[in-house]
Each structure stands twice: as C-alpha cells, then as structure tokens.
C-alpha cells in the first residue's frame, strides 16, 4: 500500500505539473457549462440529462490522451527501467497510474458542480438522479481508462496507442447507439447494447443500477486490468 | 556474494549475452568493461531485474534468486545508464519516492546525509530538469544509495561528467563500504577504484579476476629485424606466447608479447629464439607490465 501511494503521488505530480493540464481543465470546463446552459434553456427542464448524454464524448477522447501521457511519460524518461528494478509489483504500477489518472478526471467531472447547483436553485430536480450520474460518469471513466491504458501498453508508439485506444471506445460507443441498434436484427442488437458500456452508463446515469450492469464493468474492468498487468509483466521478457 | 551461472539473453534472435559467468565477491568493487555493444549494460540490467535471463541462474550469497522478484530488489542499489530521472519533481521528492518504496526509516535524515555528501543540498528543491548533468547524476547515486543496499551496479556512474564531477564521483564512490559492479570507458579509472574486473567481449566473458593479477602479465615489446611477421607469429603461439601488437617499420617488426608465465621466462624463450635464427637481429628488448587499456584492446580487439 505504502508503494502504491508513493506510485500514486508521483503519477499525481507528473500530471497537475503539466501546463496542458490546466488549459484542459480549463477548455473542458467551458465547454460542459456552455453546451449544458444551451441545452438548459432550450429545454427548459431541471435536470443534468444534458449533461449525462455529452460525457461519454468527452470520455472517449480524454481517457485514451491521459493514459497515453502517463504512459509515455516513463517511456520518453527511460525511467521504466528505474520503476523495473525497484522493489514494486506491476500490479501496484498499473493501480496507480489508473487511480492518478481517474483523479485528474475525477476534477473534470468535479468542475461541472456549479451546474448541478444551478439547476438546484432555479429548479427542484430529483436529487438522486443527479448522484447516480455522477456515479455513472466515474464508473465510465474508470472504465474508459482501464481499457485505453492498457493499449497504451501495446506498443512504444504512442500516437498509435492513442488512435487504437479511442477506436476502441468509440467502436463500444457505437455498439450502443440507437442508429445502429435500429439496422441490427434483434438478437444480435441485444449483444450489441450489453456489450456497449453507453447502455450500462444511459441505465446507471438514469436512476437503474442492475446485476447485469454491474456484472458487465466488473468484467470489463477485470479483463482489462489484467491486460494492462500483462503488457507491463511483457516488457521485462 | 552474487554469482551469473551461464546467463543467457536473447533479443529476438540476436544473442547478447552467451553463456555469462562471473563473480561478484562481497565487499569488492568489480569493474565491467567490454566496448559498446559487449553486453556490459545488459548484464547489469539483468542482475537488477528490469529484464529476465533467458537462461542461467543468479545466485545471491549462495542461494539461486528470481531477479524479477521485487523483494530481491531491496538488496540492490541501481543506477541505469543516462541516469533517467523524473524532470518534474524536486530531488527531495524523487529521493522520497524512491525511499518510500524502498521503505526506509528515517528518510529526511538520510537524504539529507546523501545530499551533503554529494553536495546537493542547495539544489534539493530546484524541479530536476534544471539541474546540470553533474547534479543529475549525484541525485541519481543518491538514489541508488538510499536505504544502504548491500549491492551497487552502477553502469557508467561517471558519464558525461567533467574531470572535477569524476573526481568527486570516483573519490566518493571508492569511499563506500559496500560491494559494487560498475561500467566505465575510463580504464585509468576503473584501475584506480576497482580491485577486481570483468571484461566482456560479443556477449562472452573474456577475462575476470582480481586487477593485481590480471595487471601482473609480463609484457616484452621487441624491435626485429630478419623475419616476417606471418613466421613469427607462426613460431610464438607453438610457445603459448601472445602478440598483443605488431608493427612493420622498414626492415624491422616492432612487436609487444605476454604470456601467461613470468618474465623471465618469456625473455629467455625470446633469447634462445634468436640465438636460434642466426638471421635474427635483435634490437629492442624492453620489458614491463601490462597496462588495463592493452589488456582491454588485447583482448576486445575485432
């Protein structure tokens, strides 16, 4: 534990001592508030449905860029070679990395706040909707990081772990869109909603945790955990 | 203290260390020399763990040890060529990091002790990528000491570094207490700080033991007149003697010879020689010791 907080802190430092840290936190930070109060007005309802149905956008690219840069932070340093000889499991590398980027994710979600105390003041909106977003976009994005920073293990290209990462997502994505359910016949659409995390986030993120929910991102977290402890376990054959 | 029995390590099919064997023996500072390319950093990068031997086994004081295992970690101190470093953090906080996962007590104490040593302290909060290549490199040792590991590898600790910063690295690593496998390109200094050596050649152990004895080889150089090299050559090894080198100048074969055998020996075999070859003129016979930057091209020569 004590080396997985060491591991954590320094994956932490790397990132929050990034300027592009903060022009991102920034930019994205903008960006939600003025697509939500667009969508706020035009609707004219007091919810974060706006806000819950532009995530998964953001998510798709913003997992695999951080996971990308925390990886490749080690590979540009040469200081794998340091992390390979000191007394470390790759299981508590690959738990930090993971737990550093979620936090830098964590905060963009965190900057969306003000609007979900605006919509509390100008309206009366289920409250525990609003809980079971946020609990769907952390969900989501420790999911999105699982899968990308395991690819970002694949290879010491960079850009092409990048590309590979957000193909992946947004080809999940797409399995549960609805322009693509519709041209799919029935059985092979049910498939191809379980197997999309969207549907598991739109289920969570409207109010309705199921088994088959949880069962679907423990395994996905798992399956992709172990990739990414794998690919680190590869690199000392 | 640690032993490579037969260490193998491919790179897809190119083979980069055969059949590795040497020792480290405790409380010694063993040198690693071979040219670029001869499998010096591979080697140290095994013993430390970053990649596993193909085949072979690693014994640490007499037991066979897995170097991938994070607890046999803790007995080694490592310092990677180029010394990477992370750039965003202060040397307090990379030393922190680095003795909180080694666990050690007491840190602050002990970095604070390192960094006086290594006069460092005025730069333990300036961010690493500010520093200068010397600094770096002093952090980087620091590192490698924290927490008193009872086996250094240091692969080329004094790189890079200017005369004053290798004096001042050589002098404090020769002051530790403590067992230690270095690389280096600087043979004066390898011989200065080291009591034994390993040199490595294509993947191989070429030679290995205590300095003294390996710096003990008899050297003759002679200057010949009357003869061929190609003859000569043909003559010497029927008597287990080495050319080391050999030049034609005009008439005469400037040649330097060792062999395994004392001095006098290796002159009175080149003495019967010529009384041997009445066409033989004989006009140098100089004898000394070999110095570790001839034995090194002797014996990586390509």
């Not at chain 1, 060491?6 to 001592?17: C, E, G, M, P, T």
């Not at chain 2, 064997?21 to 071979?34: D, P, V, Y």
């Amino acid at each position: 534990m004590k080396n997985f907080w060491a591991l954590y802190q320094k994956d932490l430092r790397f990132l929050f001592r990034q300027p592009l840290t903060f022009v991102f936190l920034a930019l994205l930070g903008l960006l939600n508030n003025w697509v939500f109060l667009n969508l706020l007005f035009l609707n004219r309802q007091a919810n974060l449905q706006a806000l819950w149905q532009n995530m998964p956008f953001f998510l798709i690219l913003l997992a695999p860029l951080i996971s990308t840069v925390i990886h490749d932070e080690e590979e540009k340093t040469g200081s794998w070679e340091i992390l390979a000889s000191l007394p470390l499991t790759e299981s508590a590398i690959v738990l930090a990395k993971l737990t550093a980027s979620l936090s830098l994710l964590a905060l963009a979600i965190v900057e969306t706040a003000p609007l979900a105390i605006t919509v509390a003041v100008i309206g009366h909106p289920d409250l525990g909707l609003i809980f079971s977003g946020y609990l769907a976009c952390m969900l989501l994005s420790i999911a999105y990081l699982t899968a990308s920073f395991s690819i970002a293990n694949l290879s010491r290209q960079s850009l092409a772990n990048f590309f590979l990462g957000f193909l992946l997502l947004l080809g999940d994505d797409l399995l549960g869109q609805e322009f693509v359910l519709a041209r799919l016949p029935g059985k092979i659409a049910l498939i191809s909603r379980y197997l999309s995390l969207r549907s598991h986030y739109q289920n969570i993120a409207g109010g309705l945790l199921t088994l088959g929910d949880i069962t679907f991102i423990a395994s996905w977290l798992l399956i992709f955990a172990i990739l990414a402890f794998l690919m680190i376990k590869r690199r000392r054959k | 203290m640690l032993r490579l029995v037969n260490i193998d390590k491919k790179f897809g099919r190119r083979l980069i260390l055969k059949k590795v064997n040497f020792e480290i023996k405790s409380g010694s500072i063993t040198g690693l020399l071979g040219v670029n390319g001869a499998g010096k950093t591979t080697t140290m990068r095994v013993i430390s763990g970053v990649f596993a031997a193909d085949k072979g086994q690693i014994l640490y004081r007499g037991q066979i040890v897995n170097p991938l295992d994070y607890r046999f970690h803790r007995q080694i101190g490592y310092l990677p060529e180029n010394n990477p470093l992370y750039p965003f953090l202060t040397p307090r906080e990379y030393l922190g990091f680095i003795g909180q996962i080694r666990q050690i007590p007491h840190l602050n104490k002990q970095i604070s002790k390192l960094a006086q040593a290594l006069f460092f302290v005025d730069h333990l909060q300036r961010p690493i990528h500010q520093l200068s290549k010397g600094y770096r490199q002093r952090v980087g040792l620091a590192a490698t000491l924290l927490g008193n590991p009872p086996l250094l590898i240091l692969d080329e600790p004094m790189a890079g570094l200017d005369p004053n910063q290798q004096r001042l690295v050589r002098n404090f690593i020769s002051r530790l207490k403590t067992t230690i496998l270095l690389s280096s390109h600087i043979l004066a200094e390898v011989q200065e700080i080291c009591n034994r050596v390993v040199i490595i050649n294509r993947g191989r152990i070429a030679s290995q033991g205590p300095m003294e004895q390996l710096l003990e080889k008899p050297m003759l150089k002679i200057t010949l007149e009357g003869t061929k090299i190609a003859f000569l050559k043909k003559i010497l090894k029927g008597k287990n003697i080495k050319i080391v080198h050999s030049q034609k100048q005009g008439k005469a074969i400037k040649l330097e010879l060792t062999m395994d055998k004392d001095m006098n020996m290796l002159r009175k075999i080149i003495w019967d020689l010529v009384r041997k070859h009445p066409k033989w003129q004989l006009y140098q016979l100089e004898s000394g010791r070999q110095k570790l930057d001839e034995i090194f091209q002797q014996l990586t020569r390509i």
